[in-house]
């Protein structure tokens, strides 16, 4: 045995045998002896160290814990908070949804029309206030030049069919015009035409107005009926301003649509009339 190894056993030899000392006289002794308070002396910062260390240790090992606890509740929050996100657009929707159903039932209930109802499916990209597309088409009895409406007023007119859909030109598309004449006054030989207004994107101008004519800003303007293609009575617009033509000689007005044409979603197509009083049969401006 080397030297080295002697001396590491007589150093533990000593320690076991202060320790055992210490186990075996310390419960009849109020004090350490000087060796013992030496060798405790010298373990105590190891002893200290050791305990700050399996201390922080364990602190480290329980934050890593409860960061991964967090982040787990965090996820099902968010998860949570979503699908309430998205139960509550539903809900508006739905409550949006049924608003216009309950306006169109009642719309439907109060006209004197045969209506079919419809959804709008897609509109033209490049003409956005003048085309729309419906999911109705002549398998459901859909014609060209039928009448399409909301519980607003008048939207348009069937320009194309389908089996199982139409294309509906809008009021606001410059091929398109109908006879019409103000709510107020009803004046029969005040009869104007109305069609788009490209100058003013999504309204509409009146024009061919007698100069005689009560026209006034604010004034209802509905369907005048003439042609077979419109109801009569159906509201179009409210007048926003009036002034004379070109040449002077004829009144115009300019219209902004009781119908919101950019946010149509529902609307129906006037099959027939259900009373016996039918539109005039002059020819519509086409």
Request: proline share 3%.
């Amino acid at each position: 045995m080397d030297q080295t190894t002697r001396r590491f056993f007589i150093f533990l030899t000593l320690i076991v045998l202060l320790l055992s000392a210490i186990f075996f006289t310390g419960d009849y002794r109020s004090r350490y002896t000087f060796a013992e308070d030496l060798l405790l002396a010298g373990l105590s910062p190891v002893q200290g160290f050791f305990s700050q260390l399996g201390w922080r240790t364990y602190r480290f090992i329980q934050v890593i814990m409860d960061y991964n606890a967090l982040v787990e509740e965090n996820k099902t929050l968010r998860e949570e908070l979503a699908a309430r996100d998205n139960l509550r657009y539903q809900l508006v929707e739905l409550q949006k949804e049924n608003y216009r159903l309950r306006g169109m039932l009642d719309f439907k209930e109060r006209v004197s029309y045969d209506l079919l109802p419809a959804q709008v499916i897609a509109r033209d990209p490049s003409q956005w206030f003048e085309t729309i597309t419906i999911n109705r088409g002549y398998a459901d009895g859909v014609k060209k030049n039928m009448a399409v409406v909301t519980s607003e007023g008048l939207v348009g007119n069937v320009a194309k069919v389908s089996r199982n859909s139409a294309q509906v030109l809008l009021l606001t598309d410059s091929r398109r015009a109908v006879s019409a004449l103000v709510q107020r006054t009803r004046e029969p030989g005040a009869v104007g035409i109305v069609e788009g207004y490209p100058e003013e994107k999504g309204c509409l101008r009146m024009i061919n107005i007698p100069p005689e004519a009560n026209v006034q800003a604010g004034d209802t303007v509905i369907s005048a009926g003439l042609g077979g293609v419109f109801p009569k009575g159906l509201i179009i617009g409210h007048i926003v301003e009036t002034g004379s033509d070109q040449y002077g000689l004829l009144q115009q007005a300019i219209i902004r649509p009781a119908v919101d044409f950019n946010r149509l979603e529902e609307v129906f197509v006037v099959m027939e009339l259900l009373h016996e009083e039918k539109p005039g049969t002059e020819d519509e401006v086409i």
